[in-house]
């Protein structure tokens, strides 16, 4: 399960990833939202980063820890952020909060509030490197303590 878990984690990261770097070349301004090959390029990268973030968050976490012995059914998200962080997967459960408040905020698209957007894809953009650190984190670990 662990295995099938970090494929699937891996997927969307790959899909992100494509979407992030032609992001990386925008300059995110409110003009952006003229462009609508430019607005499909950010809204897959963004469908793709919550996607993500979700499916880290409700499955490959929880069954990274089941694989090394640390994982019970009535762990809240906290939980397991606190666990993971003594293992050394992530360096910060705060961290993992923000991204989940980032995810709860892209969710919710208000378009009079242009700014608000472009705060949110920035973060996005900016932690998104965080999140394959983590993913790369968790692999290593794995296929050193032969857990895949």
């Known amino acids: 399960m662990l295995n099938e878990s970090i494929n699937t984690v891996k997927l969307h990261f790959n899909r992100a990833s494509n979407y992030y770097n032609e992001v990386l070349g925008y300059t995110l301004s409110e003009e952006i939202?003229?462009?609508?090959?430019?607005?499909?390029?950010?809204?897959?990268f963004?469908?793709?980063f919550i996607k993500l973030q979700d499916f880290m968050s409700e499955k490959l976490f929880r069954r990274f820890l089941e694989s090394v012995g640390e994982y019970k059914d009535s762990m809240s998200l906290l939980d397991v952020l606190d666990k993971?962080?003594?293992?050394?997967?992530?360096?910060?459960?705060d961290l993992w909060i923000v991204l989940r408040k980032l995810r709860n905020q892209l969710t919710h698209e208000y378009p009079d509030n242009q700014q608000e957007m472009l705060a949110g894809i920035e973060m996005a953009v900016?932690?998104?490197?965080?999140?394959?650190?983590?993913?790369?984190?968790i692999i290593t670990y794995s296929q050193n303590n032969k857990l895949v």
């Open 46 to 48: 963004i469908f793709r």
């Open 84 to 93: 993971l962080e003594k293992l050394e997967i992530i360096d910060n459960a």
């Open 126 to 137: 900016g932690y998104f490197e965080s999140i394959g650190q983590i993913l790369k984190t």
């Open 33 to 44: 939202f003229e462009d609508k090959d430019k607005v499909k390029t950010i809204d897959a």
